[in-house]
């Protein structure tokens, strides 16, 4: 029995990486899935494309965030699409997985790097959330993408971290002003996870990585997708306001 037949999904960010794991799941349980990317358009109808050969039901959305005019341009697209397909503008299931990194040392971050950060990673997270609330019925759920590093140092990382800190009083702060329309609000917080970028090519780079968690590998997009899903289907009704660490147990020390 497929869990979300009926529902609908935004994933935002799912042209690729672990966001795209996130659609390919959350369009295997039944859910009418909404592909979101920036510029990358050929990845999100490949991953339509992918999700239709499977017998699911998929459209992309295109819509660069951090940007003015960035919410109001992805829930054009985003309603349009819904509309066409289930006549109304119902989204059940909001994924905030869209974000960008840093890497850059603490010396260095500008300004701008900074704003920049903020406004993808954060800003447009909190407005999405704020336009959705038009759109999310009781028994939504919002999956806030945050990381492993709100909770395990790495000094190059420090404002992206500190936008994913953000993300987690995201998440709090909406679990409580949601829960009495029976919305869920959770933070799902990676490790490092192969989202194949040429690091990951690297035998040496991927050793050192992987032992940063337990298991002694780097996380996979679909170990973040099942937990995704979990929280999106109604055996997580309870939970709300969570952080859930998937790091593979990187963050046991
Ligand atoms: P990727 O870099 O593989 O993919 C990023 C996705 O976000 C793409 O779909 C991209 O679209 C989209 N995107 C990026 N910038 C923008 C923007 N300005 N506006 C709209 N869309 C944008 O990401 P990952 O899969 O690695 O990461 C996904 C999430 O998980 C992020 O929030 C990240 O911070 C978090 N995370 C990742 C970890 C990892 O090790 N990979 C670890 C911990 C957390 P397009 O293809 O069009 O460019």
Same mark, same amino acid.
């Given at each position: 029995?497929?869990?979300?037949?009926?529902?609908?999904?935004?994933?935002?960010?799912?042209?690729?990486?672990?966001?795209?794991?996130?659609?390919?799941?959350?369009?295997?349980?039944?859910?009418?899935?909404?592909?979101?990317?920036?510029?990358?358009?050929?990845?999100?109808?490949? &991953?339509?494309?992918?999700?239709?050969?499977?017998?699911?039901?998929?459209?992309?959305?295109?819509?660069?965030?951090?940007?003015? #005019?960035?919410?109001?341009? /992805?829930?054009?697209?985003?309603?349009?699409? =819904?509309?066409?397909?289930?006549?109304?503008?119902?989204?059940?299931?909001?994924?905030?997985?869209?974000?960008?990194?840093?890497? &850059?040392?603490?010396?260095? &971050?500008?300004?701008?790097?900074?704003?920049?950060?903020?406004?993808?990673?954060?800003?447009?997270?909190?407005?999405?959330?704020?336009?959705? =609330?038009?759109?999310?019925?009781?028994?939504?759920?919002?999956?806030?993408?945050?990381?492993?590093?709100?909770?395990?140092?790495?000094?190059?990382?420090?404002?992206?971290?500190?936008?994913? #800190?953000?993300?987690?009083?995201?998440? /709090?702060?909406?679990?409580?002003?949601?829960?009495?329309?029976?919305?869920?609000?959770?933070?799902? #917080?990676?490790?490092?996870?192969?989202?194949?970028?040429?690091?990951?090519?690297?035998?040496?780079?991927?050793?050192?990585?992987?032992?940063?968690?337990?298991?002694?590998?780097?996380?996979?997009?679909?170990?973040?997708?099942?937990?995704?899903?979990?929280?999106?289907?109604?055996?997580?009704?309870?939970?709300?306001?969570?952080? /859930?660490?998937?790091?593979?147990?990187?963050?046991?020390?």
């Amino acid at each position: 029995m497929e869990r979300l037949t009926g529902k609908t999904a935004l994933v935002t960010g799912s042209s690729r990486g672990i966001g795209r794991a996130i659609a390919l799941r959350l369009a295997q349980e039944g859910a009418l899935v909404a592909v979101h990317c920036s510029a990358n358009r050929d990845a999100a109808d490949e &991953v339509v494309a992918t999700i239709e050969k499977d017998g699911g039901r998929a459209f992309v959305v295109q819509a660069e965030l951090g940007v003015p #005019g960035d919410v109001h341009e /992805l829930f054009l697209q985003l309603e349009e699409g =819904l509309r066409e397909r289930t006549g109304g503008t119902e989204l059940t299931i909001l994924v905030n997985n869209a974000g960008v990194m840093g890497g &850059v040392a603490p010396e260095e &971050v500008t300004p701008e790097t900074f704003d920049r950060l903020y406004a993808v990673n954060a800003k447009a997270p909190f407005f999405i959330v704020q336009r959705a =609330l038009k759109n999310l019925p009781s028994g939504g759920r919002i999956i806030n993408i945050s990381s492993g590093l709100t909770r395990f140092a790495n000094p190059q990382e420090i404002a992206y971290a500190m936008t994913k #800190g953000a993300i987690d009083q995201l998440t /709090l702060h909406f679990a409580k002003h949601l829960g009495p329309r029976g919305i869920t609000v959770n933070s799902v #917080g990676p490790g490092i996870t192969n989202n194949g970028t040429p690091v990951f090519d690297i035998p040496e780079a991927v050793e050192q990585m992987a032992a940063l968690s337990v298991f002694n590998r780097v996380g996979e997009p679909r170990d973040i997708a099942d937990v995704v899903a979990f929280l999106a289907g109604d055996d997580a009704r309870w939970i709300t306001g969570s952080y /859930l660490d998937a790091s593979g147990g990187t963050l046991l020390g």
